[in-house]
């Protein structure tokens, strides 16, 4: 399914804005690929590109121009702190950036000789060697800025796409809302999944506790959104999903694991008003998804990631536990600095998670641990390595970070630190205060080897002096 070539009836609903109700048609769309295409810097060689993500029809327009255009692109949320955006650049020095900020300011770029609005161009392009197969690169963990990148084909995202758009059995009279940011693979793969059918995306910026996000949603007859945990949390809480949404058919749940209780009530909810809800599991470096559970079993297999999508396998590796994905979808592996981007496919198909499993005799699976080092925070993914890095720059101090779900735990040696720390953490990560501790210990604890212990931190053997949250 080559989605990015948009290849549908050229009268039909493509996209809508939902603040203003602009509506363009499949055949608009596919001009306004075509005139982007035609404003890109030509620099003699496969070009890698930046764009600033947000779910706009001049966002969408760009994605799907460099895919046809045969650029690498990076994807990179307009929310990303200034500084780690300019970090981010500095790494990868793409040739051209994309941003609808129109106060961005970029050292080493200009506007582009095409005058088009937010479209900036190096002034003097770098040699880079680009892999002939790379298409996209999105972080493994947008809201840490890391400039680790898995590096992606248009052969997985049309994979990835394909599966999504079978299981869910997606058609095109489909009307999704973008309740995720496009820069965040999940909500990318919702885009790319309904574009393969023909079907028609509302884009949206306002979040689903928004009253205009559910005005626009009843106003336009939207027939699916998205959330993580965090959103079906709040959605139960407030009551919204029983009052409104009555043109919905279809929910998904993924980003980390939704509590057993709000599955429960999801399930029952979904029953009584007619959807279907689908429970799913995937990682960034498989394009997306790589499991789900059937709605019709989600009753009897609650807490279960599922069964492989179509054309993809899960096993349990009977050495260590960790689960095992093979499939068209797994990325050719990641990239670090710019000479990683010249690398081919490192994978070849097969992806060990870093998330412990087991499978029941039905052949559904279920995660019992993790071997990474990450949080998932409302939904989005935060490499506790990485925030270490940063706090440690800024502040000069020694700094551990752990915690749960939804909940970052950081442990400092000094109780005189833990304001500025957690302010550090909240303000640059765009964390609420109340999802970010910060305790001060009289010394962080280590393993023989001089390696912080995290095993005796997360276990609260040692009780916090201070705390600020």
């Not at 706009?56 to 994807?75: H, K, M, P």
């Not at 129109?102 to 080493?108: A, F, M, P, R, V």
């Not at 980390?256 to 470096?285: D, I, N, P, S």
């Amino acid at each position: 399914m080559e989605f990015w070539k948009v290849q549908h009836p050229g009268d039909a609903p493509a996209a809508i804005e939902a603040r203003s109700g602009r509506e363009w048609k499949y055949h608009d769309l596919l001009l306004d690929i075509g005139r982007f295409r035609e404003t890109l810097p030509r620099v003699g060689r496969k070009s890698l590109g930046l764009l600033v993500a947000r779910n706009s029809y001049d966002c969408l327009v760009t994605y799907l121009a460099a895919l046809n255009e045969g650029c690498a692109l990076i994807l990179a949320d307009a929310s990303l702190n200034a500084e780690l955006l300019a970090e981010f650049i500095a790494t990868y020095e793409p040739d051209w950036v994309f941003s609808e900020e129109t106060s961005l300011s970029l050292g080493e770029f200009r506007q582009s000789r095409s005058g088009l609005p937010g479209l900036m161009e190096r002034e003097r392009p770098q040699q880079l060697e680009i892999h002939a197969d790379l298409a996209l690169l999105l972080t493994t963990s947008g809201s840490t800025g890391s400039p680790k990148l898995v590096r992606l084909t248009l052969g997985n995202l049309a994979a990835n796409a394909a599966s999504i758009a079978q299981y869910l059995q997606l058609a095109p009279a489909e009307r999704p809302m973008t309740s995720l940011p496009m820069s965040y693979s999940y909500g990318l793969s919702v885009i790319n999944s309904h574009l393969a059918v023909g079907a028609c995306i509302l884009l949206t910026e306002d979040g689903v506790l928004r009253r205009e996000f559910w005005d626009a949603l009843d106003r336009y007859g939207c027939t699916s959104f998205a959330g993580v945990p965090y959103t079906y949390q709040m959605l139960l809480q407030t009551g919204l999903l029983s009052k409104r949404g009555t043109t919905l058919r279809s929910l998904t749940q993924a980003g980390g694991r939704l509590e057993e209780r709000y599955m429960r009530q999801m399930h029952e909810l979904a029953l009584r008003r007619g959807w279907r809800f689908f429970v799913m599991y995937g990682q960034t470096e498989a394009t997306a998804r790589i499991s789900y559970v059937p709605f019709e079993k989600l009753g009897e297999k609650l807490g279960s990631v599922g069964l492989a999508i179509p054309n993809g396998a899960l096993s349990v590796d009977g050495t260590t536990d960790e689960m095992v994905y093979r499939g068209p979808n797994v990325m050719m592996g990641y990239a670090e600095c710019r000479a990683d981007l010249a690398k081919g496919d490192e994978l070849n198909g097969v992806l060990r998670t870093g998330d412990l499993a087991r499978m029941d005799d039905d052949g559904y699976f279920y995660i019992t641990g993790r071997l990474k080092r990450f949080l998932k925070m409302f939904g989005k993914r935060f490499n506790l390595d990485d925030i270490e890095k940063v706090v440690a720059r800024r502040c000069e101090i020694s700094i551990a970070c752990y915690g749960l779900d939804d909940l970052l735990m950081a442990a400092v040696e000094s109780a005189a630190n833990c304001a500025t720390v957690h302010g550090v953490i909240c303000e640059t990560f765009d964390l609420p205060r109340p999802a970010v501790k910060v305790i001060a210990i009289p010394e962080l604890p280590r393993t023989p080897n001089g390696k912080l212990d995290y095993r005796r931190l997360a276990e609260g053997a040692w009780q916090p002096s201070v705390a600020a949250s």
